[in-house]
């Protein structure tokens, strides 16, 4: 099972399961941003962590997210959800231990 974490606008950040399949993943990105997702590059320094959020979030005027906006340094809106760095294939990996010990305080 994929895990990856949830940084909502305005709540407390949670480690969740996205699911085992392309689809399941797809279906759990979506509904944890409420919309179609696009990725959001983080910073050089964090390869291993890919970003998604709501790619109409701004036309929808979701709130600002602060934490992600700190994480990017670029404005972001909606929750947004934290996973490992996609394998070669596409598929999506558990986000690394150390970001969910920083974030969340969780481990595998």
């Not at 993943?25 to 919309?35: A, D, H, N, P």
């Not at 404005?75 to 974030?103: E, Q």
Request: with cysteine; charged share 15%; proline share 6%.
């Amino acid at each position: 099972m994929i895990r990856g974490i949830v940084i909502p606008a305005d709540g407390a950040v949670q480690l969740v399961e996205l699911g085992e399949t392309d689809t399941e993943q797809l279906r759990t990105l979506q509904e944890i941003v409420g919309g179609y997702i696009e990725t959001v590059p983080l910073s050089p320094s964090a390869p291993a962590v890919t970003m998604f959020a709501n790619e109409d979030g701004v036309r929808l005027q979701l709130p600002t997210n602060l934490v992600a906006c700190m994480l990017t340094g670029r404005p972001i809106v909606g929750s947004v959800v934290l996973a490992g760095a996609a394998t070669h294939s596409g598929a999506l990996r558990t986000i690394p231990d150390d970001w969910s010990s920083y974030l969340v305080g969780a481990h595998d």
